[in-house]
């Protein structure tokens, strides 16, 4: 396994989770230079993009999750990360890392459940 995602869980509505992805397997200059995202799929729905950060350390955003999630990277640690504040029942889904490296090479991790409810 290529990326190791952790960190899902059962969170009440207005909790805070922290996922976490590890690379460990990818060389550091392999790593890098890598876009890393968190993507996340619902219930009966498809999965989409939540956070991208590029190698600059430049981040983006999907509406639903702006101003509530974080994603942060630490290259020593080969570790993407992702921030969840102000869970609400929407944000219940299965949440995926991918890594897209500097060919167009793309890694996907196994998937960690985040479960928003009372």
């Known amino acids: 396994v290529q990326l190791q995602a952790s960190g899902g869980g059962v969170v009440q509505p207005g909790g805070s989770l922290r996922l976490s992805c590890s690379a460990s397997r990818f060389i550091s200059s392999v790593f890098n230079p890598g876009t890393l995202s968190w993507y996340r799929q619902a219930p009966g729905k498809q999965r989409e993009l939540a956070a991208t950060?590029?190698?600059?350390?430049?981040?983006s955003y999907a509406d639903s999750v702006k101003g509530r999630f974080t994603i942060s990277r630490d290259n020593a640690k080969k570790t993407v990360y992702l921030q969840m504040n102000s869970l609400n029942a929407e944000d219940t889904a299965v949440y995926y890392c991918?890594?897209?490296?500097?060919?167009?090479?793309?890694?996907w991790g196994q998937g960690t459940l985040v479960t928003v409810s009372s």
């Open positions: 991918h890594f897209l490296n500097r060919w167009g090479s793309e890694y």
């Open positions: 950060i590029a190698g600059d350390y430049r981040s």
